[in-house]
């Protein structure tokens, strides 16, 4: 680029002001191109946004959540809540941003176009929470349900209560999953939830060693009563056994010393002469 002499502030202010048109005018076929990208990327979003709310309102994804009872789990906010509309609306994001990121790259922002692309890799794990905390609530009713029913015909007076904490456990695990997939502070929630269950498992210890006391040691001297009384219908069987068995026969006395004697010294019966 050729240098000019400044002379005058007159001169100054040419300069300037043609070095801003050139770079105006260099910048223009830039700035067309990214917003000729910018205009393909919002058309074609729409139309991919409405193919995949119309695909998914057809499959039944509507209806099914309906049916599962989740507007009624998400109170007024669940009356708002189509899955068709809200995936045709992340679809629709996700093409936009990836334009945008064409449009920055074309004019030159590598700084914007990798923070947007940083916000696209981010997504799938946004994603992927958001079904997790979508699905986490209807997952717990129906397991509330299922242990209420069982916990029920089983004869639990707490059944309701059994299935209340099912359905809650569910929930809490399904936000610390989706915590830790968003990457949100992800070794401090591993540490609260281990303290949580820490928490827990000493409270239930306290209270069953505290308040279920008496009642244990009820437990161990039954289950110390029953064993005796079967040790004792153990041997009392054992005796009965023994005393109707049939006596041995006894074996005969050894002959005696004296008896071998006589014999052995008794009259020899006379020997016969020859004929």
């Known amino acids: 680029m050729p240098t000019t002499e400044i002379q005058t502030w007159g001169d100054s202010v040419f300069l300037a002001v043609s070095t801003a048109i050139n ?53 007024q906010a669940g009356s708002s809540l189509v899955p068709s509309k809200i995936a045709g609306e992340l679809v629709k ?27 696209i890799l981010w997504i799938p794990n946004l994603i992927v929470a958001a079904v997790i905390l979508l ?3 209807l ?3 129906f397991l509330r349900g299922l242990i209420e029913v069982g916990a029920g015909n089983m004869g639990f007076s707490n059944a309701p209560i059994l299935g209340r904490i099912a359905e809650i ?9 989706a915590i830790n997939q968003i990457g949100i502070a992800a070794n401090l929630v591993n540490i609260l939830f281990i303290g949580v269950v820490g928490a ?16 244990a040691q009820q437990l161990t001297q039954s289950w110390y009563e029953q064993s005796q009384a079967a040790a004792g219908k153990v041997r009392q069987a054992a005796a009965q056994a023994q005393s109707s068995a049939p006596p041995e026969p006894t074996p ?21 002469g020859p004929a």
């Open 200 to 215: 827990l498992a000493l409270a239930f210890g306290l209270a069953f060693g505290l308040g279920g006391r008496d009642v």
């Open 139 to 141: 997952l717990g009713r």
């Open 93 to 119: 994001w996700i093409v936009r941003l990836v334009f945008l990121v064409a449009a920055a790259n074309v004019l030159g922002l590598t700084q914007i176009s990798d923070l947007l692309n940083q916000v």
């Open 23 to 75: 770079n105006f005018l260099a910048a223009i076929p830039a700035v067309i191109g990214a917003l000729l990208i910018l205009l393909i990327g919002w058309i074609l979003s729409g139309i991919l946004a409405r193919i995949v709310s119309t695909v998914l309102e057809k499959a039944g994804a509507d209806r099914l959540f309906a049916q599962h009872g989740g507007r009624e789990m998400y109170g």
């Open 252 to 272: 005969p006395p050894p002959p005696s010393e004296s008896s071998t004697t006589v014999t052995s010294t008794g009259t020899m019966p006379p020997e016969r």
């Open 169 to 177: 456990a569910v929930i809490a695990f399904a936000v610390i999953i």
């Open 135 to 137: 699905v986490a609530p």
